[in-house]
């Protein structure tokens, strides 16, 4: 007999079998084993039946790295209620737009954000607004833990909750557009977290600190995954590179997560305070995702941090991840390159490359096609937005999701990103990927950080132009850098033109915004490909 898959599974095995670990450490260092934390959650379910949350209601969220991120995640999903987790970089205007779009009844959020749906209250519908710590909000709010005082500490009875019902529903981070709602029911991100498990060796003596923001995805899954195996979660706010290192060594750490610009910063952080890591008993692993990692950046982290990287790939719409690098057979063959942009599917995840026709691409390593996926990790629909939805599903072939990032197969069924469709750069008749010039970029002794984004040229079509941030400290000439670009790269692909920059502007999730970068270059002008 099929039993349904929830969310709802992961705490409720925590229970079963580690009510007495340490299953949270606030990020004040207040610990909540797994049966105080499943109070917690039953609170949050009670106050919220309270203000008449059942079944199917949206309850919004919006809060950095915190316990009651996790409380309020549980606390929803039990009673059928569907969670939605908010980037608290997005502006009021984003908050109006998403607290109207999913019809939020309730909206949590935490005082150092709270002051951006103050400011459009009165425009959304939510009748419910609770805080944390709401004696530093402006506005009427009422305090998250007043609120749980206030409730039950039994457990609320649970409706019938199928495994289509809606468990969650994320905004995509709006890199490339508009956010976008992506619907996910309790069976997609149960199945993403069974698989995350699969790949990622989760066990319940893992301590997985909070570096990745745990809106991005519900954590990458990592929200349930560490919570079912039993592991203990370590919550940081937000990431810094100071605080990161002091958790890692206080806190014994084995796991954790971030962007590539994640791990630069910390890279930046440990040149100057060496001392900061220190190699303990046992291993650190590090999942990365999101972009690309440079060669540079792995190797420093694998070499000197002395953390093993492992290298994932997946979307919002994907829950996320698809790709990983994690095969220690194929890296023991093929050296550890192939990490850097290649990974292969993951269990039960049916990824393929195709071509405009939806034909798989010839697995030869070099034919460049769109990654398409079918698993049942990927999302349900976009909320409101079906012909968005109907276009993600059948644009090339039907039935699987379009990722619209390109990639080659090999013929281990290695995929290798090159780059997002919209970031692709046709040069003289030629593609360059600007990943794979970045990724030189990286190696340049003088360069922090690097993105590489096509400009118009009346003699290319699109110039490849790197903007680059030197370390602190360097001043390397234009020229210099394209010299050494030119000793690793075929001459079409070396960035005509190099511009220093003091910054790059990047998403809450440490993605460089390459479309506003391009967009300084592009004004009044209209791109051969992609939308920006
Ligand atoms: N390992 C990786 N290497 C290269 N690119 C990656 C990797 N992992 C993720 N990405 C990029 O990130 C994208 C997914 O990001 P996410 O779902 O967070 O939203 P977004 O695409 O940044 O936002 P929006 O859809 O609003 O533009 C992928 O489509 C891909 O382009």
Redesign the pocket.
């Known amino acids: 007999m099929n039993v349904e898959m929830r969310t709802t599974d992961f705490l409720d095995r925590a229970v079963d079998c580690y009510s007495d670990v340490v299953g949270v450490v606030a990020h004040d260092g207040t610990e909540y084993t797994y049966a105080e934390f499943a109070e917690q959650v039953n609170r949050v379910s009670n106050a919220l039946s309270g203000m008449g949350v059942g079944q199917g209601d949206r309850v919004a969220l919006l809060a950095p790295n915190t316990h009651y991120f996790l409380e309020t995640m549980y606390g929803v999903n039990q009673l059928g209620a569907v969670f939605v987790p908010m980037n608290y970089l997005l502006t009021p205007s984003d908050f109006e737009y998403i607290l109207d779009d999913c019809e939020a009844r309730v909206v949590i959020a935490d005082y150092d954000y709270a002051e951006k749906v103050e400011a459009v209250r009165e425009s959304v519908p939510a009748e419910g607004f609770v805080g944390y710590r709401a004696d530093d909000i402006d506005g009427e709010w009422t305090d998250y833990e007043d609120w749980l005082a206030g409730a039950s500490a039994d457990a609320p009875d649970r409706p019938e909750i199928a495994e289509d019902d809606d468990a969650s529903i994320n905004?995509?981070?709006?890199?490339?557009?508009?956010?976008?709602g992506?619907v996910r029911t309790h069976r997609t991100e149960h199945w993403h977290a069974l698989v995350l498990n699969q790949h990622m060796e989760v066990a319940d003596d893992d301590t997985y600190l909070w570096t990745l923001p745990m809106f991005?995805?519900n954590g990458w899954g990592h929200t349930y995954a560490i919570t079912g195996m039993g592991g203990t979660h370590v919550c940081q706010r937000t990431f810094d590179p100071e605080g990161t290192l002091r958790r890692v060594r206080e806190h014994d750490v084995s796991y954790l997560s971030g962007?590539?610009t994640v791990l630069n910063r910390l890279i930046a952080y440990y040149d100057d305070h060496p001392d900061a890591v220190t190699t303990g008993e046992r291993e650190v692993r590090i999942s990365?995702?999101?972009?690309?990692?440079a060669t540079a950046t792995l190797s420093t982290v694998e070499e000197e941090i002395g953390w093993r990287v492992i290298?994932?790939?997946?979307?919002?719409?994907?829950a996320?991840m698809i790709?990983t690098s994690h095969s220690p057979r194929r890296l023991a063959q093929r050296g550890r390159d192939l990490k850097v942009?290649q990974?292969s599917e993951m269990i039960a995840t049916d990824v393929r490359v195709v071509d405009d026709d939806g034909r798989d691409v010839p697995r030869d390593g070099a034919t460049i096609g769109e990654?398409v996926v079918r698993g049942n990790q990927v999302m349900d629909r976009y909320l409101n937005k079906p012909d968005a939805t109907h276009e993600a599903f059948n644009a090339k072939l039907p039935g699987y999701f379009h990722?619209?990032?390109l990639a080659t197969i090999d013929e281990d069924g290695m995929v290798a990103?090159q780059?997002?469709s919209k970031?692709i750069i046709i040069s003289g008749g030629e593609n360059v990927s600007s990943?794979g010039v970045e990724d030189v970029l990286y190696d340049h002794p003088d360069v922090a950080k690097a993105a590489v984004i096509p400009t118009p040229s009346d003699e290319w079509g699109e110039a490849v132009t790197a903007l680059v941030v030197a370390k602190s400290g360097a001043s390397p000439s234009a020229e210099a850098i394209r010299e050494f670009a030119g000793e690793h790269l075929a001459r079409y692909q070396v960035p005509k033109r190099v511009e220093f920059v003091d910054d790059l502007p990047e998403?809450a999730?440490g993605?460089v915004q390459k479309?506003q970068l391009r967009q300084e270059y592009w004004e009044g002008e209209e791109r051969l490909v992609g939308q920006g």
Do not use: M
Not at 311 to 318: M, N, V
């Open positions: 905004y995509t981070s709006g890199t490339t557009g508009d956010p976008k992506v991005h995805c962007a590539p990365t995702a999101g972009s690309a990692p290298h994932l790939y997946g979307l919002t719409e994907t996320p790709t942009n990974g990654i990722t619209g990032d990103i780059d997002r970031d990943i998403t999730t993605k479309y």
